[in-house]
Nanobody, 129 residues
Framework: QVQFVESGGDLVQAGGSLRLSCTAP????????IGWFRQAPGKEREGVSC????????AYADSVKGRFTISRDNARSTVYLQMNSLKPEDTAVYYC??????????????????????WGQGTQVTVSA
């Protein structure tokens, strides 16, 4: 069973930066879009960002645009989420998963959670005020 592994979460002060990594060496689906989602306590899991198979297609939630950057290294089967200017409201568990239905991040569909598979266990990001 393929499962992504997320890492890089930490406790950081507001205004700080973190880089999250998402990897699954056994996953050979270079042609699938990869998404980052997050879930804060008491809230639903929400889409944060998405990257298409060739890195030309990306999408971001309005709340993170201009602060977060997604990228992927297919040779290393790894997707990164660079998070800058972090805010307390970014505090959440961050998950990544593969969209087995699409190779690009279509604006109208990249947030649809049921299209994603191979969810990892998540990595905790805590931003203190």
């Amino acid at each position: 069973q393929v499962q992504f592994v997320e890492s890089g979460g930490d406790l950081v002060q507001a205004g700080g930066s973190l880089r999250l990594s998402c990897t699954a060496p056994e996953f050979t689906g270079d042609y699938y879009a990869i998404g980052w989602f997050r879930q804060a306590p008491g809230k639903e899991r929400e889409g944060v960002s998405c990257v298409g198979y060739n890195d030309g297609s990306t999408a971001y939630a309005d709340s993170v645009k201009g602060r977060f950057t997604i990228s992927r290294d297919n040779a290393r089967s790894t997707v990164y989420l660079q998070m800058n200017s972090l805010k307390p409201e970014d505090t959440a568990v961050y998950y990544c998963a593969a969209n087995l239905m699409r190779s690009i991040c279509a604006p109208q569909s990249w947030r649809i959670r049921h299209e994603y598979s191979y969810w990892g266990q998540g990595t905790q990001v805590t931003v203190s005020a």
